[in-house]
């Protein structure tokens, strides 16, 4: 079983910044993509930025030029930069992370237990 651990949530007032965490442990051979989501009450989930193994990154439009995303693959760690924090960023932070196994060959999706950011005026 593998377990994603984040934190870095907090509270910040706009314009600041915070800076998240995800650990994943357990029985892990490689990791897929690894990415940032969030959610407020009463909306989907959406994704804020992915990284893959080899390091190609993808953001929302709203993020691009705020945040940054990055790994360290040794230490199975996604990281999430967030600058310039605006009061919609105000939200539940997930992490995910795609586990490759093999026999059979497959991608198990992983999602952390969220942690909340939440910026003020």
């Known amino acids: 079983q593998v377990q994603l651990v984040e934190s870095g949530g907090g509270l910040v007032q706009a314009g600041g910044s915070l800076r998240l965490s995800c650990a994943a442990s357990?029985?892990?051979?490689?990791?897929?993509?690894m990415g940032w989501f969030r959610q407020v009450p009463g909306k989907q989930r959406e994704l804020v930025a992915t990284?893959?193994?080899?390091?190609?990154?993808n953001y929302a439009d709203s993020v691009k030029g705020r945040f940054t995303i990055s790994r360290d693959n040794a230490k199975n760690t996604v990281y999430l930069q967030m600058n310039s924090l605006k009061l919609e960023d105000t939200a539940v932070y997930y992490c995910?992370?795609?586990?490759?196994?093999?026999?059979?060959?497959?991608?198990?999706?992983?999602w952390g237990q969220g942690t909340q950011v939440t910026v003020s005026s």
């Open positions: 357990g029985v892990i051979f490689s990791i897929n993509a």
């Open positions: 995910n992370a795609g586990v490759v196994y093999y026999n059979p060959s497959r991608v198990q999706s992983y």
């Open positions: 990284i893959t193994a080899g390091g190609t990154t």
